[in-house]
């Protein structure tokens, strides 16, 4: 399809633009900062068109400019894919800002597929760009960096080997039903044990402690057998029907399609079905870097962070670097669970590359604490290296450092970055991934970090606007 640099202008879109139709102070202001900086529309141009043979030819589709402002509009207003599209059709002001006027907007679907196109990667340098462009516009100067960790969740039920038995038997057996709907003949020889491996699941689930120590393992091992027995069966059946072709070259490709699929989650069910054993039934502890904790999301990572009303996490551990204005100038979406010291040296030196110079403040909570990473922070530079001491007897040196006014200030400085944290979670939707894939998720991380930016950066232009209006009078 087309991705044409802008869209043509037609008549009924110069009388759009001469209703006289204003954006509110936000919006205009980020809309005057994309018009401004077109390097970043050419970001998402080069996501958009990547893999088309020709994209001149071909039906129209969403530019590039229109792809970019209502992602960020999406973010923003921390809308799903239906409102976006709704609020946009029924808006002056959002078709101004999207840069639809008065062109038809295309279905929700539509915004979900030019979005997956885009790249994390594209998404992060993005980013780095708008950084960039705030320092050279002289709204941020890197004199002080904040920097903590969080969790993103993942859009998984909480995981207990039952439950993980449990979605192995269902998903697989709809799988073969839908081959069964597709194949000439049908499906030859599956039992469907969906009700026995749910009675098992459930059984499992509302046992009391007491019932547990006896009953426990003789229910799993039902389970087991019958999970065993649906991922045999499932791979059974692709076997006998490797060779069975249909009438049409469609039907082909639905078919190979769903045996892919179904092969995937055998794969998966006998990782689910081994841990299982080894867990239950071996009494053997597992490592969290062995387990699976979803069919769905396998990315999935355990996360203990020692937060009394959260022992456990399950989703992707976030490192974000904030400055002093509210600009989140680094991100990074992290594997596994890894300590936060690991990442002060790093912070440090991709800070240097994009101010030029190491902060003169680096404040960050005691996770960060390390007498190497201290040191390494004063030899580079940073004159306020604000991080508590973790664990130990402090020194007398230690315990006063850590009571001076200049210190103290540098921990208040740090806790703004957990409020910067709580907007990215309820203001711009990072809470909790509801996309699939860990691409789509890094993607869900680098949208609302960039929606968060455009909007310190407009809050920033609006500001300086007024100091300037109010020194001209």
């Known amino acids: 399809m087309t991705r044409s640099t802008n869209s043509q202008i037609s008549f009924a879109d110069v009388e759009f633009l001469g209703q006289g139709i204003r954006l509110e102070p936000m919006l205009q202001a980020i809309s005057n900062f994309i018009d401004a900086h077109g390097h970043l529309v050419d970001k998402v141009r080069r996501d958009l068109e990547r893999g088309l043979k020709n994209p001149r030819t071909g039906r129209n589709g969403l530019t590039a400019v229109q792809v970019l402002r209502s992602l960020t509009l999406m973010r923003v207003k921390n809308w799903n894919y239906r409102e976006l599209r709704e609020r946009i059709t029924d808006g002056y002001t959002l078709r101004r800002f999207t840069r639809f006027y008065s062109k038809l907007v295309p279905k929700h679907d539509a915004f979900n597929r030019a979005f997956n196109r885009l790249t994390p990667a594209t998404l992060e340098v993005i980013n780095e760009l708008v950084v960039k462009c705030a320092v050279a516009l002289g709204l941020e100067n890197g004199k002080k960096l904040r920097v903590d960790t969080t969790v993103v969740e993942t859009d998984v039920h909480h995981p207990t080997d039952s439950t993980l038995l449990w979605d192995t038997v269902r998903v697989v057996t709809r799988l073969i039903g839908n081959l069964d709907d597709l194949l000439p003949h049908g499906v030859p020889g599956f039992t469907n044990r969906s009700r026995s491996a749910r009675r098992r699941m459930q059984e499992i689930q509302r046992m009391t402690p007491k019932e547990r120590t006896r009953r426990l393992v003789p229910k799993y091992r039902e389970l087991i057998r019958t999970t065993e027995q649906v991922v045999g069966n499932a791979r059974e059946v692709l076997k006998k029907t490797e060779q069975i072709r249909s009438i049409d070259l469609m039907s082909d490709i639905a078919i190979n ?93 991709r800070h240097q590359e994009t101010f ?98 455009l909007m310190v950066i407009a809050r920033l232009l609006i500001e300086k606007q007024k100091q300037r209006h109010r020194r001209a009078a």
């Open 356 to 453: 030029g110079e190491v902060p003169k403040v680096y404040s960050g909570d005691r996770g960060f604490f390390r007498q190497d990473n201290v040191e390494h922070c004063r030899d580079a530079g940073v004159e306020l290296v604000c991080i508590p001491q973790r664990g130990g007897k402090k020194t007398a040196a230690q315990a006063s450092y850590e009571k001076s006014p200049a210190f103290k200030e540098g921990q208040r400085f740090r806790a703004g970055i957990e409020g910067r944290i709580s907007v990215l979670f309820r203001g711009r939707g990072m809470k909790r991934c509801l996309a699939e894939g860990r691409e789509r998720f890094e993607l869900l991380v680098g949208a609302a970090v960039l929606a968060n930016n």
């Open 257 to 349: 399609a769903v045996r892919k699929e179904i092969d995937h989650y055998c794969g998966l069910g006998d990782r689910v079905i081994d841990q299982a054993r080894r867990r239950v039934i071996n009494n053997e502890q597992v490592p969290n870097e062995e387990k699976i904790f979803s069919i769905f999301e396998t990315h999935t990572d355990l996360i203990k962070r020692g937060k009394i009303l959260k022992p456990v996490e399950f989703g992707h551990k976030v490192y974000i670097a904030e400055s002093a204005r509210g600009l989140i100038t680094q991100y990074q979406v992290l594997d596994g669970n890894p300590t936060d010291d690991v990442h002060v040296e790093s912070s440090l030196k």
